[in-house]
């Protein structure tokens, strides 16, 4: 497929390890409900009828960029329960609370509800097409990431039914205790569907892909050990093996016992991390490994004046450094952020990202 060039490199630079003048930055969630543009299109469509218009899913993508012409990569707007959808599952998004399975997997038996395998050609053609259209419309002004939830993350949701945070995941992981081979058959699934998914993003025009492990961190270690972490390096390897020069990004939130397994045994390129962790730690446990960190400012800062995110953006720098290093928040932008705020946020790293003379 023939797109526009690229003109601004430095998220797929970083992301390689190689070096840059500034530190690139992108906002999880940075398309989204503390946009009153992004609410006007919600205001007459439902969440999944953005999501499956290519028009609507392009523009939403394209609203933070317009806004803030400082962020150095957009993120395709969708959401990680498309997966679910496409193998059978009812999901609903409820205004106000989030997304809602009607009927969430009860028993290993009810798996044989589950569509396997999946033609992703067919039921998520609508992420497909609107990828493309988004690389047009982009013009080449920053890359384009593509994303999936990650097995583990995905398999809570379907059992669990919605509404997780502030919930304890006692259902999904009650599968990981009780029902150990039924669970390894629901993450067997998930990890193709998410395979064919990622290539096929790839092959309609994502530049990076991100993989979000949202839940990793409810795990313990040795259930991250043997359920979330396999998975995770399946995909990367199989992804890589078709695709070897897309960028391959990782962010298992809050799993940071687990962050040196990930960078000594894994291919991705670039790890995610939430504020949990110090940059400077983060960076002493990773440095052998050559990895590019991302993250990880805790989105409460962008609640403060920006004098104080300045503050807090200077500090994180100097702990992370400047090459090797994509700037983010520790998790998304929330709906009762400012929209000023990612731009203090922006502005902070643009301030601080650059080498000292
Ligand atoms: O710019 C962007 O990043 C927007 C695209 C995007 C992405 C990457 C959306 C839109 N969702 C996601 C990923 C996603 N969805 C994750 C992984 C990232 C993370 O941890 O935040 C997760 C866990 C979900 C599931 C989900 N979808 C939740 C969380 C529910 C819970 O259990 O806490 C919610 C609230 C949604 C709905 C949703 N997804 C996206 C938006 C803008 C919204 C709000 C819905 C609305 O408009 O009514």
Redesign the pocket.
Known sequence: MEFPKLTNDLFIRSCKGELVERVPVW???????YLPE?KEV?ADTD?FG?CKTPELACK??LQ?IDRYPGLDAS???????VVPQAMGLEVQ?I??K??HFPQPLKTPEEMSRLIYPVDVHSSLKYVFEAITLTRHRLGGRVPLIG?T?APW?LMA?CIEG?????GNLNAAKGWLYNHKEASHKLLRMLTDVCIDYLVGQIEAGAQAI?V?D??AGELSPHLFYEFAQPYLLEIAEKVRAKHPNIPLIL?A?GANHALESLAANSVYDVLGIDWTIDPTQARLITEKYKKTLQGNLDPAVLYCPKEIVDEQVEKMIQGFGIQRYIANLG???Q?QHNPDSANNFINSIHKFGKEKK
């Open positions: 906002i999880m969630r940075q398309a989204g409900r992004f919600r969440f953005v939403v993508t933070p993120i395709i707007f969708s959401d990680i329960l998004m205004p106000g989030g997304p994303f939830g993350t949701y919605g509404g997780i945070s502030g991100q979000f949202s839940w962010f939130k998790h998304g932008m709906p």
